[in-house]
């Protein structure tokens, strides 16, 4: 069973999402809340995150982000946001994400699994155990 | 002509010529032992040449007898007096030689008791001879007398020969020229007293010449060598006599002829003509004296100048401050053309090394400059610092002689007359200043007496050459130089101040300039700025809308999608199942049901979400449309930025500058009110929190909003600063109507401290929007009002 995890301060997108990625095999955990989501992290095992970036916490996603990837260095992180901001994309492209989603584009049904399977393809080559 | 008139030509003209050297010299020479000396044996032989004359040339036994007896009496002294003179002018006046010289003027003076009381022994008689009517016939004593007058006359020959040959350059040659003057003279007199012997072969009868010889010699002597110092005043009447013989027969010339003419041809007769001329040559002596006084000015400087005038001259002349280099150049050109000095110079004492550097000079020859600075420690300096008057040459010569003994006080004597003669200096002139200024601001007296009180500072050396008119420094003359010296030292310390102040005028003008520069550049970077800023609160706003707009965006199109693509259709496959079999499709039913109700929630989102950027939109639209009072369902987040963009234009150049304000407000917060209201109360608490802040370090605005936790159905609202607070006894009145604590300000727009403010939010919020505000300050940390406003109902459009 590999396991998600979705932050977003949109709770209707972490629904959302939640089905489709349920429907990819995934077991999903979703939060708006930063803090939480740390949390989270500490307590299973992540094999897929999605961020997004404007938290309304003082974590940040980027803060998720990172720490995702010190405890589980072989996850697959994508960073996601309503907003393409070049700075923040450069930070995210230093952070070092395996995607980046633009809401509400990357995230429709059809291009959302797509996109998903894309990435979990590439993965895959990369040695990657999934 | 014959010998004997010869004879007597010789003994006049000695006695005349004598006679003026004499006059001269105690008319014009310094009061010197010396022209004493020169005095009492000029005189000597006058009076000896001038009654040998009358002596030899009388015709009456009688009076002849008494000439000779007088020309005795003088011819008796001369030697002595020779003596003496010569004595004093090699300086060589100690014990042995004073006694020599006592010996001398005893024995002698033996001899003029003789000649004045017992003529006899002396002189037996007068007899002609040779030629002359009358003259001498030797006495019993007459011989002793001879070898007296020949032993003191070879003593004095035998001092001056060692005179000569121990001193050298100028003097030896002084001394070689007065020698020989006096050898000639002597050996001259021999001829004169051949004849008492009736020895008639050479010198007599020109001996009398050898004695004119003499004079002349030591005319030329004093001329030449500066023997004694009237060698200038010599000149000068040499030239004025000729100038002046030149110019009166001028006139007489132009008299002449206007008698001629007159005689000729007005028949004026003769007397009234030598009336006329004589008048003529009155009226014009005068004129002619003055003029032909400043035509040889030039050449012969005989006007003095007179010490007050060239003391105010000079005072006038270094009052007026300027540079320092002009100044010392405008002291030595003074001291060059109104001083009439050949050349001068001066060292000033630079004040931060303490060296002395080389001012103006003038008159030097450009090879021959003296050094160009002198450190602190230098002899001469050192020397100026101890004695603290000026340094003459000769007097320095003088000083050198006498102190022969003192070996150590010599030596640095001698150095010092070294450097005067390396400078062609013949007066070295210190200026000294009572007090060194070296604090700024000190204008009145110290009040405590200084240990130092009597500390003095050398500030300028003045070296002055030969005067033009070859003259030597009188005293006077140094005093006055010192005085001036005193007077320049002041005013070049003026003078350096003002090149000081020079200085740093220019400096600051440098400064004003860069600073007037910085200022333009920083102007340019504050209005670089301020579009910097723009443009960030701009890409704030975009942000902001982005985010608003996106995210609900996100949801309808998601839900909707699912919809149209997933749930429509199996909601048809079911119906047609159902419609298909219509008995056993009660899992069908069921699933139908499930599946309706699933789509009814999204479609509610879906809903939802649209309204959401319906409020967003409108937040932003409304901004300029007047929307009289309608309430609304509007973006809190939305709401907040545009209240800071509009606070950043109210106040102006000031934009909300120096102030960090920080948005925490959750994004899906849906406020019911309206736009116009909310924003001025937003924009007027800005506002105050900014202006509170005034005198606060690190501005910051942080404004939060969320739901509030004991009232879902309301949001709440923080916004705090961290200016001085407001005291817990002031609180309570802040909202009370015409409270203020601003002062109104001339050019500030706007109802600054009408009051109104608070009042008016509070209104706003509590009677229109039913939500409720509060202020919570704590004095030297911050102030925080609290706004709870009513959530908006997006479900309130369908039941």
């Known amino acids: 069973m590999l396991n998600a995890i979705l932050v977003d301060d949109e709770e209707d997108i972490c629904d959302f999402l939640k089905d489709h990625l349920e429907a990819l095999d995934f077991s999903v955990v979703t939060t708006v809340s930063g803090e939480l989501a740390l949390k989270m992290i500490d307590q299973k095992e992540i094999h897929l995150a999605l961020v997004d970036l404007r938290l309304l916490t003082a974590v940040t996603g980027l803060d998720v982000i990172r720490c995702v990837q010190q405890k589980w260095p072989k996850a697959v992180v994508i960073a996601m946001s309503g907003y393409v901001d070049i700075g923040l994309r450069q930070e995210t492209g230093k952070a070092g994400v395996h995607g980046y989603f633009v809401k509400p584009d990357d995230v429709q049904p059809s291009v959302f699994k797509e996109k998903i399977k894309m990435i979990l393809e590439e993965n895959k080559k990369k040695k990657f155990v999934l | 002509m014959t010998p004997i008139q010869h004879f007597h030509l010789s003994a006049i003209l000695t006695a005349l010529v004598n006679f003026i050297l004499v006059i001269f010299v105690i008319k014009r020479a310094p009061a010197t032992q010396l022209k004493k000396r020169f005095g009492w044996y000029g005189t000597s032989i006058v009076f000896w040449s001038f009654f040998l004359w009358f002596c030899s040339s009388t015709l009456r036994a009688h009076t002849s007898d008494i000439a000779c007896q007088l020309l005795h009496g003088a011819a008796i002294l001369i030697p002595c007096f020779f003596l003496h003179f010569v004595l004093v002018y090699l300086n060589r006046l100690d014990k042995t030689e004073k006694r020599a010289l006592t010996i001398a003027y005893g024995s002698s003076l033996i001899f003029l008791m003789i000649d004045l009381f017992a003529p006899r022994l002396l002189l037996a008689s007068v007899a002609p001879k040779l030629g002359f009517p009358y003259y001498v016939e030797p006495g019993p004593l007459y011989q002793y007398w001879i070898f007296l007058f020949a032993v003191i006359v070879l003593y004095g020959h035998a001092r001056l020969l060692q005179g000569v040959l121990s001193s050298s350059g100028n003097l030896r040659q002084q001394r070689l020229f007065f020698l020989v003057g006096n050898v000639l003279g002597y050996l001259g007199g021999i001829g004169i007293f051949m004849p008492v012997y009736n020895l008639a072969f050479f010198p007599f009868p020109y001996g009398?010449?050898?004695?004119?010889?003499?004079?002349?010699?030591?005319?030329?002597?004093?001329?030449?060598?500066?023997?004694?110092?009237?060698?200038?005043?010599?000149?000068?009447?040499?030239?004025f006599a000729g100038l002046f013989g030149m110019a009166m027969s001028i006139v007489a010339i132009v008299s002449g002829i206007a008698n001629g003419v007159m005689g000729k041809y007005f028949s004026v007769p003769p007397y009234v003509i030598s009336v006329g001329s004589a008048l003529i040559v009155m009226l014009i002596f005068d004129f002619v004296r003055k003029y032909l006084v400043n035509i040889t000015d030039k050449f012969l400087f005989q006007k003095q100048f007179k010490l007050s005038s060239i003391m105010a001259q000079a005072s006038q002349a270094i009052a007026f401050v300027q540079s320092l280099k002009w100044l010392s150049r405008r002291i030595i050109a003074f001291l060059v053309t109104k001083c009439r000095i050949k050349h001068a110079m001066v060292y000033i004492c630079n004040e931060q090394s303490g060296r002395f550097i080389r001012g103006a000079i003038r008159g030097y020859p450009v090879d021959r400059y003296p050094l160009e600075e002198l450190p602190d420690n230098h002899l001469v300096i050192r020397y100026l610092y101890e004695s603290r008057r000026p340094i003459e040459i000769r007097r320095l010569e003088d000083l050198i002689e006498k102190n022969k003994s003192d070996r150590m006080a010599q030596t640095g004597l001698q150095m010092v007359l070294e450097f005067m003669k390396v400078c062609q200096a013949q007066v070295l002139i210190p200026s000294f200043l009572r007090r060194r200024i070296d604090e700024p601001g000190v204008g009145k007296e110290q009040a405590v007496v200084r240990e130092k009180d009597d500390e003095i500072i050398l500030r300028n050396i003045l070296i002055l050459g030969e005067k033009k008119s070859d003259e030597q420094y009188t005293d006077e003359d140094l005093d006055m130089f010192y005085t001036l010296a005193q007077e320049s030292a002041i005013a070049i310390e003026n003078a350096r101040l003002y090149d000081e102040a020079v200085e740093k005028t220019r400096l600051l003008g440098m400064i004003n300039r860069e600073l007037a520069d910085t200022n333009e550049k920083l102007q340019v970077t504050q209005a670089s700025l301020i579009v910097a800023e723009k443009n960030a609160t701009m890409v704030g706003m975009a942000q902001a809308i982005g985010h608003e707009v996106n995210n609900?965006?996100?949801?309808?199109?998601?839900?909707?999608?699912?919809?149209?693509?997933?749930?429509?259709?199996?909601?048809?496959?079911?119906?047609?199942?159902?419609?298909?079999?219509?008995?056993?499709?009660?899992?069908?039913c069921q699933k139908l049901v499930k599946l309706t109700v699933s789509m009814e929630d999204d479609l509610a989102r879906a809903s939802r979400s649209a309204h959401r950027i319906n409020a967003v939109v409108h937040t932003l639209t409304d901004i300029l449309r007047d929307t009289k009072g309608e309430m609304g369902a509007l973006s809190l987040r939305v709401l907040f930025h545009e209240a800071i963009e509009a606070t950043r234009f109210s106040t102006y150049e000031e934009n909300l500058a120096g102030c960090e304000i920080k948005l925490d407000v959750a994004s899906n917060i849906m406020i019911h009110g309206n736009l116009e209201q909310l924003l001025q109360v937003f924009v007027n608490l800005i506002k105050n929190a900014y202006e509170a802040m005034d005198k606060t370090k690190e501005r910051k605005i942080v404004i939060s909003g969320d739901l509030d936790p004991s009232d879902s159905k309301r949001a709440r609202i923080l916004l705090a600063d961290n200016g001085p607070g407001i005291p817990s006894e002031v609180l309570p009145r802040i909202w009370g109507q015409g409270f203020t604590t601003k002062i109104r300000q001339d050019n500030s727009l706007g109802a600054a401290g009408q009051g109104q403010g608070l009042f008016v939010c509070k209104h706003m919020i509590e009677s229109v929007h039913r939500g409720a505000i509060a202020c919570e300050s704590v004095v030297g940390k911050g102030t925080t009002f609290i706004i709870k406003l009513p959530i908006a109902d997006m479900e309130v459009h369908y039941a």
């Open chain 2, 208 to 239: 009398a010449y050898g004695v004119l010889l003499f004079s002349l010699v030591t005319v030329y002597t004093i001329i030449r060598f500066r023997f004694i110092e009237i060698d200038v005043l010599v000149k000068r009447t040499i030239v």
């Open chain 2, 552 to 588: 609900p965006l996100t949801t309808v199109l998601m839900r909707v999608d699912t919809l149209y693509k997933d749930k429509i259709k199996r909601c048809r496959d079911l119906v047609e199942k159902i419609s298909a079999q219509p008995q056993g499709s009660t899992e069908a």
